[in-house]
Nanobody
């Protein structure tokens, strides 16, 4: 089983930047892809960004409007999400997700991002 630990959430003002991280650990496993999701109060969880571990192909949700960059440090099984030009609509709990070989899927505990006007 894989454990995901997120960090980097906090309070920022509109227009500011934040970098989230998520480290995967556990018994022997091979990551296929890592993804970020977010969920604001009263809303459904929505996709933010993903990265293919082999090859580094990335994909972003339209909601981020090119304001974020996902990257990975593969030897540490860690994924990052750099977010720029944040606005209050970005306020949410951000969750890390990992898909491993064999299609098993794991979730982190989430990290709170709050953007003030």
């Amino acid at each position: 089983q894989v454990q995901l630990v997120e960090a980097g959430g906090g309070l920022v003002q509109a227009g500011g930047s934040l970098r989230l991280s998520c480290a995967a650990s556990g018994r022997t496993f091979v990551i296929y892809s890592m993804r970020w999701y977010r969920q604001a109060p009263g809303t459904e969880r929505e996709f933010v960004a993903s990265i293919r571990w082999s090859g580094g192909t990335t994909f972003y949700a339209d909601s981020m409007k090119g304001r974020c960059t996902i990257s990975g440090e593969k030897d540490k099984n860690t994924v990052y999400l750099q977010m720029n030009n944040l606005n209050p609509e970005d306020t949410a709990i951000y969750y890390c997700n990992a898909v491993v070989l064999g299609s098993a899927e794991y979730w982190g505990q989430g990290t709170q991002v709050t953007v003030s006007p």
